[in-house]
């Protein structure tokens, strides 16, 4: 199975399932990973071990209207 990572991702599926089976608290889970405790938080609520969408999801552009008057 060909995983692809997030280029910035701190965790891999293994590890995030690991935290999500895992009984230990969060700060307990965090020191022995070497993550963030919103880290585990947050793999801890997700159904998935699976990287998510990394699209925006607001455009950082604005449209404009511009009318040319003849």
Do not use: F
């Not at 999500?20 to 307990?28: D, E, G, P, W």
């Not at 965090?30 to 990287?51: F, M, N, P, Q, Y």
Request: charged share 20%; net charge positive.
């Amino acid at each position: 199975m060909n995983i692809h990572l997030h280029t910035n991702a701190t965790t891999t599926p293994k590890t995030r399932q690991y935290i999500q089976v895992s009984n230990q608290s969060v700060t307990q889970l965090a020191d022995e990973l070497g993550v963030s405790e919103d880290t585990i938080r947050r793999w801890k609520r997700r159904d998935s071990v699976a990287d998510g969408c990394h699209t925006p999801h607001r455009l950082q552009t604005t449209a404009t209207c511009e009318y040319n008057s003849l």
